[in-house]
């Protein structure tokens, strides 16, 4: 007779955990599925965090605009310093030399006791004369002997300033690598962001960008004359610098770049103040010291220093009619935007 046996059935636990399971598998499945509408940005969305990418880009630019400065400097005084020891080294060994004449002399005059001399010699006059000149001798030895000394400690002082300068040198490059690291990464990162855009959303972005352009580019305009010329006229150094400036429109913003195809907002600035026969500083913040300051708009000239931010990372010329001409951030050129565009309030401006 056969058995009827009743099919096994699974544990009441094993069932508990394959429930579990499943309805953990339905929910995240449902997350996903929830979240994947947001998981690409708007292009409004992407243009905001590529303008906050561009920005703190520029903040590292002006610090590895520093640095670099830094760097090129100490290059130039341990040059410097190397070549003044270079060259005391030398007086040092001619000194040297001349004391081993002197010495050599004396030796061969015959380095005897003066009383035992004066008691054999046969003519005691010319002695004496002998005497005076190992007496004259001596003081050219004492003399000699003072002046290797001082070159020593002199040497000695300098060779210890280089060193320092040396190490202050090793770590100005590991910062300078640091920012410059730094600023790749944030353009790195905007381009990442850009990159998923359509070839649709970013022809808008474009056209957008070129719109404001233009519309910045009219307000600067003489409406009188419909001139190129902005409303504000430049005189003196300052005028000299806006119209080198203005030579640049339309060359292409280059972090750490000075000119004269490619330009940063400070390397701009200190380029176009250097064709007007200025010296300014390279970096904004140091560019923000470098004459009077106005904080009035109403008192700002053509061709004046006009800085923005809080911490002074972005730095223009004025062109009259509240508009700038400067070199906005990685992906423009050389242009002029209104004050009120910025990104970030106006601090004042630096009359050089």
Known sequence: MASHRRPKQPSRTRVTVLTTAAAAAVALSAQAANAAPSEKPSKDEVKAKVDKLYEEAEQATEKYNGAKEKQEKLQREISTVQDNVARGQEELNDLRDGLGSMASAQYRSGGIDPSLQLFLSADPDDYLDKASTLDQLSGQQVEALKKIQDKQRDLAQQRAEAAEKLKDLSATRTELGNKKKEVQGKLASAQ??????????????????????????????????????????????????????????????????????????????????????????????????????????????????????????????????????????????????????????FMFGVRV
């Open 192 to 345: 990442k962001l850009l990159n998923t855009l359509t070839a649709a959303e970013k022809a808008a972005l474009e056209e957008q960008e070129q719109r404001a352009t233009r519309s910045s580019e009219r307000q600067a305009l003489n409406t009188s004359t419909g001139s190129s010329t902005p409303v504000g006229h430049g005189s003196g150094r300052a005028g000299a610098a806006f119209a080198a400036a203005q030579g640049r429109i339309g060359s292409p913003y280059v972090y750490g770049a000075t000119g004269p195809s490619s330009f940063d907002c400070s390397g701009l600035t200190s380029w176009a103040y250097a064709q007007a026969g200025v010296g300014i500083p390279r970096t904004s913040q140091a560019q923000a010291n470098a004459g009077q300051r106005i904080y009035s708009t109403s008192d700002l000239q053509v061709g004046d220093l006009v800085f923005f931010f809080g911490d002074l990372h972005h730095v223009g010329l004025y062109a009259g009619n509240g508009q700038v001409l400067h070199a906005p951030r990685t992906g423009t050129v050389v242009r002029y935007e209104s004050m009120g565009t910025m990104g970030g309030p």
